[in-house]
């Protein structure tokens, strides 16, 4: 039944129930979609794709039509791009901004629990990491560190979750926004990706309506209490030095395109979730430098960054794709909405879930440098896996 009234001959339709039905009919057309919640933001905008995905090489944000960019985390491989056919925006618990498409479709867009078509789902592959094989993972990178084949490395891994009951991945979605307000809170289903949903602290890359370009170095985790004076927090030499490779390693991405015009602050601790991180802030004036494809370039120097692959890159990533044991798909890859608004803010694909038809799969990773300890490391990544799991647990019951 419909849930609105009219208000100066404005239909009130309810967040809710316009996001599923939208999103259902999406689907029974074969469509895609991404729905998100910027950083700091009470918004909630939903993007259909019905004309079919695109996949791309590479990505020109400054020549692009407005979509939403979802990357694996290998970056030679296709980068899929949804274009914004619908745009629907959400404030206060109401449709703000879409109402006319959806009151000139309103019938279609009834719910109809009899016909309600699932998510799109991707097989589920195995491997056979336990946590042990884990740590014993991260004594190996520190083993190469100390050999001077890399500096610094980040190693991955995954868990999953069987599903006794469906998951209401409407209700998943409003848990990771209420307790994530500063991270990008996405969810994306398509064909070509499959369903993930997550609330990523990381900017990889940003820019602006008044050409201002930014991106931050984010490393380091300690666990996170609200008892905690964020003024006060003491970092250890480990956590210092592996934010300080983050911040180095885009200090010398712009050093290669001889950008020197950009203003630094940090770093300084932020809370994501359960946890706590260092992170610096980079800022550069677009129209200052002359530079107006500088986002593009950067996206395609700083991706997959120190902070989700390791540094030297090359060998960092070749060890990762020899000895991590699974294909990490879009995993700290990148995502986010594109030339919207006159606006490209990027994200990198962490604290997020796979979405598959009986079970769901939590990723995280820590970064190893000579001072690491592989059970502490480990540690970090049930620590980060804890902030999906406590969610998971607030909407269904789970078995291991």
Same mark, same amino acid.
């Given at each position: 039944m419909k849930q609105s009234v009219l208000v100066k001959d404005r239909p009130i339709i309810k967040e809710a129930q316009a996001i599923q039905s939208i999103i259902q009919k999406t689907l029974e057309n074969g469509g895609a979609f991404s729905l998100w919640r910027m950083p700091n933001s009470k918004e909630k905008v939903l993007l259909i794709c019905n004309s079919g995905i695109t996949e791309l090489d590479e990505l020109s944000l400054e020549e692009s039509q407005p979509g939403f960019v979802i990357a694996p985390f290998l970056p030679d491989q296709k980068k899929i791009f949804l274009k914004a056919d619908l745009? %629907?925006?959400?404030?206060?618990?109401? @449709?703000?901004? +879409?109402?006319?498409? #959806?009151?000139?479709?309103?019938? =279609?867009f009834e719910p109809d629990q009899k016909n309600a078509h699932s998510l799109e789902y991707h097989q589920a592959t195995k491997n056979d990491q336990t946590p042990t094989d884990y740590a014993l993972l991260v004594a190996l990178g520190i083993r190469q560190i100390k050999k001077g084949i890399f500096e610094k490395i980040v190693p991955s891994r995954y868990k999953d979750i069987e599903l006794v009951h469906?998951?209401? &991945?409407?209700?998943? %979605?409003?848990?990771? *926004?209420?307790?994530?307000?500063? =991270?990008? &809170?996405?969810?994306?289903?398509?064909s070509a990706t499959g369903t993930w949903i997550g609330a990523s602290p990381e900017l990889l890359v940003s820019i602006d309506r008044n050409s201002k370009f930014?991106?931050?170095?984010?490393? +380091?985790?300690?666990? #996170?209490?609200?008892?905690? *004076?964020?003024?006060?927090?003491?970092?250890?030499?480990?956590? &210092?030095?592996e934010q300080a490779m983050v911040s180095r390693y885009i200090i010398n991405c712009l050093k290669k395109i001889r950008v020197r015009e950009y203003s630094e602050q940090g770093p300084k601790t932020i809370v994501a979730g359960n946890v706590m991180h260092l992170k610096t802030d980079y800022e550069i004036d677009l129209k200052e430098v002359n530079f107006p494809q500088l986002g593009s370039v950067?996206?395609? @120097? @700083?991706?997959?960054t120190s902070a989700v692959c390791g540094m030297p890159l090359a060998p960092a990533l070749e060890f990762l794709k020899n000895q991590e044991g699974y294909d990490r798909e879009f995993y700290s890859g990148f995502l986010?909405?594109?030339?919207?608004?006159?606006?490209?803010? &990027? %994200?990198?694909?962490?604290?997020?879930?796979?979405?598959?038809?009986?079970?769901?799969?939590? #990723?995280? +990773?820590?970064?190893?440098t000579q001072d690491s300890i592989p059970e502490k490391e480990l540690e970090e990544t049930e620590m980060k896996m804890r902030n999906l799991i406590d969610v998971l647990s607030a909407t269904l019951n789970l078995k291991s």
């Open positions: 745009v %629907f925006r959400f404030s206060n618990g109401v @449709l703000e901004d +879409g109402w006319e498409h #959806y009151e000139e479709h309103e019938a =279609a469906d998951l209401d &991945i409407f209700k998943t %979605f409003e848990l990771l *926004d209420a307790n994530h307000p500063n =991270a990008l &809170i996405s969810l994306v289903s398509s930014k991106t931050h170095a984010l490393a +380091g985790t300690l666990r #996170y209490s609200p008892d905690i *004076d964020l003024k006060a927090v003491a970092w250890t030499q480990k956590e &210092i030095e950067m996206l395609k @120097l @700083l991706h997959p986010g909405p594109v030339n919207f608004e006159n606006e490209s803010h &990027i %994200f990198v694909n962490l604290r997020c879930m796979q979405l598959f038809e009986k079970s769901v799969r939590i #990723y995280a +990773g820590a970064g190893v």
